[in-house]
C-alpha cells in the first residue's frame, strides 16, 4: 500500500475545481469513457516540474478561484492557463512552507490551470484513475471547501529545473485542425464549406463534457434517424438544430448525432483551454 499524508487543505474552489489524471482509457466497450485531464499536456507539464510520473492526479481549477493551505512543507507547480498566483508563478516550481497559502486568480488567457504537489494527489481509484467524470459522475467528487487532499510518497529523483518557458493559451482566435467524418455525407456540401470556413463562437452552456458552438446552422443531406454508435474526444457531432457540439474529456461514449468532423487529438489540449465566448476555426489537417 502507498504511503499518504495530508498535503493541502482546500479553502476556496472557484467555479470548478476536480482532481485528474489521464483517466480510464479502454472502458469504453463497458460505456465509462476516458474521462482525465481536459489539458493533458498541462497536466504532464505540471507533474514533470515536481518530479512525478506524468499521469499522477493533480487539481484542474476552472477560471481560477482555487485556494490552498499547505498542512506540511510542500512542493507544487501551477500549469496551464497562467492565473495569477500568491506565491511564485505559473509553470515554476513552488515551494510552500506549513501553514501558508496559494491562491489561484483569475487567468488573462485559457481556462483551465493545473496544481500538482509533489507525491501526487493520492485520492482512492474508481476503476483505476483518480480522475472525475463530471458525465458519469465516476471519481472523487468536486472539490469542496474544507476537504483534505493527500499526497503519494515523494519521488526519489527532482527535475533539476525551475521554470518551464511554455507557450501560454492564446485568448483570441484558436485554430483547430479536423479530419472530416465519419458522417460527413450526411451533411450538404455547404454544411461543409461552413465547417471550415465560417468563424464559431464556443458558447456559455459547455463544460468538461463538450463545447457548445455558436455559428451558422450546418444543413444535413439525410434525414432519418442515426443508430447510436460510438464518439471519440473531438468529435463534432450535430444535434437537429444544425449548431455543432465539440466532445471534450467526459464526453459520453456513443452518441445518436451524426458527426461531421473530428478534431485531432494533438488540438484537443487547445480546445480545452477555449473561454466561452472566445472564437474558433476549423480547417482541414493535411
Not at 527535475?159 to 479530419?179: F, H, K, N, T, Y
Request: charged fraction near 20%; avoid cysteine; aromatic fraction near 4%.
Amino acid at each position: 500500500m502507498t504511503r499518504t499524508w495530508d498535503a493541502l487543505e482546500v479553502l476556496a474552489t472557484g467555479p470548478l475545481a476536480t482532481v485528474q489524471d489521464l483517466g480510464r482509457p479502454g472502458l469504453a466497450s463497458m460505456g465509462v469513457g476516458a474521462s482525465g485531464a481536459a489539458d493533458r499536456t498541462a497536466l504532464r507539464l505540471a507533474n514533470r516540474l515536481v518530479g512525478n510520473p506524468e499521469g499522477a492526479a493533480a487539481v484542474e481549477a476552472t477560471l481560477g478561484g482555487l485556494a490552498v493551505r499547505a498542512l506540511r512543507p510542500v512542493t507544487v507547480a501551477v500549469t496551464g492557463a497562467p492565473a495569477p498566483l500568491t506565491h511564485g508563478a505559473p509553470h515554476s516550481v513552488i515551494h510552500l512552507p506549513e501553514g501558508d497559502r496559494l491562491e489561484l486568480g483569475t487567468p488573462p488567457v485559457g481556462l483551465r490551470s493545473y496544481l500538482a504537489v509533489r507525491g501526487g494527489i493520492a485520492v482512492p481509484e474508481v476503476l483505476g484513475s483518480r480522475s472525475r467524470d463530471v458525465l458519469a459522475a465516476l471519481g472523487p467528487g468536486p472539490l469542496a471547501v474544507g476537504d483534505v487532499l493527500p499526497a503519494g510518497s515523494v519521488p526519489a529523483g527532482f527535475p533539476r529545473v525551475d521554470l518551464a518557458p511554455v507557450r501560454v493559451p492564446s485568448g483570441g482566435e484558436v485554430g483547430l485542425r479536423v479530419v472530416l467524418g465519419p458522417r460527413d455525407d450526411w451533411f450538404t456540401p455547404g454544411a461543409v464549406r461552413s465547417l471550415l470556413s465560417e468563424p464559431w463562437v464556443a458558447g456559455s452552456a459547455s463544460d468538461r463534457v463538450g463545447m457548445r458552438l455558436d455559428g451558422p446552422g450546418l444543413e444535413r443531406a439525410v434525414g432519418g434517424e442515426l443508430p447510436s454508435e460510438g464518439v471519440v474526444p473531438g468529435a463534432l457531432q450535430v444535434p437537429p438544430g444544425g449548431r455543432p457540439v465539440l466532445f471534450l474529456a467526459d464526453h459520453p461514449v456513443t452518441g445518436g448525432y451524426p458527426v461531421i468532423a473530428v478534431v485531432l487529438r494533438a488540438d484537443m489540449d487547445l480546445a480545452a483551454q477555449v473561454r466561452p465566448g472566445q472564437r474558433l476555426r476549423f480547417r482541414l489537417a493535411r
